[in-house]
């Protein structure tokens, strides 16, 4: 892992000293590019390898949120594509701008599964979205508070090496799960394909792709992941235009243009919010609005700070201790994710484990954050052509990004059985229940119960037990549920 090394100061106008390298120009200084060991054309590589792994949010959220509320209503796929795009492009660029951090943010699908699945079916659309500011706006107080980043830099060092491996892991599963390699409800819990192979021409689109990244990583070629979305990108383009592939063969549009690539953006969601309308009568009710508000703050509490642990380390950006600076800003600009993401129409916003890709392809500050965002703002206009990136393609990036975080596991001590059982169990379970929220907070409770149980329960200190309380709640929240006589 490529450690930062000490950052000039860049409000130091002194002239360069002779045989000092000559002073660095406005944006190297802002984004401290130079400092970290990167280029202007690493970060804005990297940005377009992100955006292009996470690029199907625009295709796969609107089809999420697009049942009908509790009076039946749906909405408009344009509308929701637009909410989505501008959220993501608002969100990701902040990121970079104030955070200066390698990380994109669009629709959570933990958030806007849980907003579909338990929200709007019992709410308006407007009721919806003011939930998911209030758990933006909650989020923010923990951050201002400092709270979030004293929790985030409680856990210990061990378990943030085990949850940048565990992510490492979700993320390789998710790609071998959309490219079609991993497939569930057959004979056995997983098999290799639906029927125990391997089927499909997306499928070897896919096998193609991975192995090419794989080829252009050996050797060491720079761009090696974009260069390998790209060129499997055209892979399919000719493949699903010679055989003439039926829409329902890949797992994300088909990657073909129909009609024109400019599409006008509809902003017909932006602004239609109902702050507390889901907390009264006509909604889910004070007691079923809170459960929601509360199941909303853990996902995007949680995932989100995995998320930025995992890929932060990644890219070298955190210190011995496992912090990294500036993180304050970073997580403030997350939190407001969420209410901006309502505010949009599009459901919270949450950084995305792709990140990982751009920072795998190079991205090291906040220049490839903009660049991300960028490309989501053009998007309002180009929807159809994010289309043309079939996930089976992206997912071949996930599952190199996959391996790489896995080189964190050298840091852990494996033959010590109380640092190897909760770092085990934080990698175990984000991939094996699909949550990253799962994985972290069986890794924290393990470890509180293990101090506890050698008689060194002071070591955690007062707030890891507080958290381990509110991980307690978490697994316990179906039978609470039942108890308070929420649906």
Not at 31 to 48: D, P, Q
Not at 324 to 341: E, K, N, Q, T
Request: hydrophobic share 55%; charged share 10%; net charge neutral.
């Amino acid at each position: 892992m490529t450690r930062i090394p000490t950052e000039p100061d860049p409000t130091d106008t002194r002239p360069a000293a002779s045989g000092a390298p000559p002073r660095i120009g406005a944006l190297d200084a802002y984004f401290r590019i130079s400092a970290r060991g990167s280029t202007v054309g690493a970060e804005l590589r990297g940005g377009l390898t992100t955006f292009m792994a996470m690029a199907y949010i625009i295709l796969l959220n609107p089809l999420i949120l697009s049942g009908p509320d509790a009076t039946g209503a749906r909405l408009d796929h344009a509308q929701l594509t637009t909410a989505t795009a501008l959220a993501a492009a608002v969100t990701t660029i902040l990121l970079g701008v104030v955070g200066n951090v390698p990380l994109a943010a669009a629709a959570g699908l933990s958030v806007s599964g849980a907003v579909s699945a338990l929200v709007v079916p019992h709410t308006t659309w407007a009721q919806a979205m003011g939930l998911c500011v209030v758990y933006g706006l909650l989020i923010v107080l923990l951050v201002v508070s400092g709270l979030r980043e004293k929790i985030m830099n409680g856990i210990p060092l061990p378990l943030k090496h085990a949850i940048t491996i565990g992510i490492g892991l979700f993320v390789a599963l998710i790609g071998l799960h959309k490219a079609g390699v991993v497939e569930s409800g057959g004979p056995t819990l997983l098999s290799l394909g639906p029927a125990g192979e391997l089927t499909g021409w997306p499928v070897l689109c896919f096998a193609v792709t991975l192995l090419a990244i794989i080829v252009l990583l050996a050797r060491q070629v720079r761009g090696a992941i974009l260069i390998g979305i790209a060129s499997g990108t055209v892979l399919a383009v000719l493949v699903n235009s010679a055989a003439h592939l039926p829409a329902k063969s890949w797992g994300s549009a088909p990657p073909a243009l129909h009609g024109s690539p400019v599409a006008a953006p509809d902003f017909g969601l932006l602004g239609r919010v109902d702050l507390f309308g889901a907390f009264g009568g006509k909604g889910l009710g004070a007691i079923s609005a809170s459960v929601a508000v509360f199941t909303l703050v853990l996902a995007g509490f949680f995932d989100a700070m995995a998320t930025i642990i995992g890929v932060g380390t990644e890219a070298g950006l955190a210190d011995a201790r496992g912090r990294m600076p500036g993180l304050s800003r970073a997580l403030f600009i997350d939190g407001a994710g969420g209410a901006l993401g309502g505010l949009a129409g599009a459901s919270g916003q949450t950084v995305f484990v792709e990140s990982a890709t751009g920072v795998g392809d190079g991205a090291r500050t906040g220049l490839a954050s903009v660049a991300t965002g960028g490309m989501f703002a053009l998007m309002l206009f180009f929807a159809p052509i994010a289309g043309l990136v079939p996930v089976e393609v992206g997912s071949a990036a996930l599952v190199v990004i996959g391996a790489m975080m896995m080189s964190q596991a050298r840091h852990i001590d494996w033959g010590d059985r109380e640092t190897a059982v909760p770092a085990f169990l934080t990698c175990a379970l984000m991939p094996f229940t699909y949550s990253i929220t799962a994985g972290v907070a069986a890794g924290v409770v393990s470890h509180l119960v293990i101090k506890a149980g050698t008689g060194r329960w002071r070591e955690p200190g007062a707030l890891m037990w507080v958290l381990g309380a509110v991980f307690l709640v978490y697994f316990a929240l179906a039978p609470i549920k039942e108890w308070l006589g929420v649906h």
